[in-house]
């Protein structure tokens, strides 16, 4: 089976992460893709964000409709189902790392299966700077939200050094639009190219502290839910 892997904060998970993932079943023929909120994303130690339990709850609730969508406790605190969402211990957590979580996961792999990592083409633009991306690269395919304004050299040349061509290779690509499969030693890449919603959690996030309708940029489910919470009130 072909299993996607979609980390992220999901704070809150939004209309975009859904037709990522959705694009993505249908691209690469994915059986099964996860969720994974992460309790400390390495890039934002020390931001404020909702507790796990919100974020997780969240997800839930955007994919319930989706039989092959699931969200995944893989990156959830020790604490995690203790008590109250509002109790977790987020910032004294040690960070969630992508690669430790994609190894952990694969151990419970039958032979056939193969893990495919969704991300949107910003974040995969600091891709060589993440904790061991090279192995990273090795454990999975990439699937890539790209958007107007990103090349095919840019996907390139974003990859860790050891894994980035050389300047001559990419330089005839700089004006061919990130789209299709790039295959590279050691690195397999699918561009996908007509799924990016011009829509981020911080503009969501304004929007529910300002008592804004949020139906265009969440499931109607998730709206309530941020609402009946409270979420982001005061931020």
Same mark, same amino acid.
């Given at each position: 089976?072909?299993?996607?892997?979609? =980390?992220?904060?999901? !704070?809150?998970? +939004?209309?975009? +992460?859904?037709?990522?993932?959705?694009?993505?079943?249908?691209?690469?023929?994915?059986?099964?893709?996860?969720?994974?909120?992460?309790?400390?994303?390495?890039?934002?130690?020390?931001?404020?964000?909702?507790?796990?339990?919100?974020?997780? $709850?969240?997800? $839930?609730?955007?994919?319930?409709?989706? @039989?092959?969508?699931?969200?995944?406790?893989?990156?959830?605190?020790?604490?995690?189902?203790?008590?109250?969402?509002?109790?977790?211990?987020?910032?004294?957590?040690?960070?969630?790392?992508?690669?430790?979580?994609?190894?952990?996961?694969?151990?419970?792999?039958?032979? *056939?299966?193969?893990?495919?990592?969704?991300? =949107?083409? !910003?974040?995969?633009?600091?891709? *060589?700077?993440? +904790?061991?991306?090279?192995?990273?690269?090795?454990?999975?395919?990439?699937?890539?939200?790209? &958007?107007?304004?990103?090349?095919?050299?840019?996907?390139?040349?974003?990859?860790? $050094?050891?894994?980035?061509?050389?300047?001559?290779?990419?330089?005839?690509?700089?004006?061919?639009? $990130?789209? =299709?499969?790039?295959?590279?030693?050691?690195?397999?890449?699918?561009?996908?190219?007509?799924?990016?919603?011009?829509?981020?959690?911080?503009?969501?996030?304004?929007?529910?502290?300002?008592? @804004?309708?949020?139906?265009?940029?969440? !499931?109607?489910?998730?709206?309530?839910?941020?609402?009946?919470?409270?979420?982001?009130? =005061? &931020?």
């Amino acid at each position: 089976m072909n299993i996607g892997f979609f =980390g992220g904060t999901f !704070d809150p998970i +939004h209309r975009g +992460h859904l037709a990522l993932a959705r694009a993505a079943r249908e691209r690469c023929n994915l059986g099964r893709i996860f969720f994974v909120p992460a309790n400390v994303p390495p890039h934002k130690q020390g931001d404020a964000l909702s507790a796990f339990a919100h974020r997780y $709850a969240m997800i $839930a609730l955007a994919t319930a409709q989706e @039989k092959d969508f699931a969200p995944s406790v893989l990156e959830a605190p020790e604490d995690f189902g203790a008590g109250s969402p509002a109790k977790g211990k987020t910032q004294a957590a040690k960070p969630n790392y992508t690669i430790d979580t994609v190894k952990r996961v694969k151990q419970s792999f039958k032979k *056939a299966d193969q893990l495919f990592l969704l991300i =949107g083409i !910003d974040a995969f633009a600091d891709i *060589a700077k993440w +904790h061991q991306a090279e192995a990273l690269f090795r454990e999975c395919e990439f699937v890539v939200a790209s &958007r107007p304004g990103y090349s095919l050299a840019d996907v390139a040349n974003a990859l860790p $050094a050891s894994l980035r061509p050389r300047q001559e290779v990419t330089r005839p690509f700089q004006k061919q639009a $990130a789209t =299709g499969d790039l295959v590279l030693s050691g690195v397999t890449i699918h561009l996908l190219d007509e799924v990016y919603q011009p829509i981020s959690s911080t503009t969501i996030r304004q929007a529910a502290a300002a008592g @804004k309708p949020l139906g265009r940029f969440v !499931d109607p489910a998730v709206a309530d839910y941020i609402k009946k919470m409270g979420l982001y009130k =005061g &931020r």
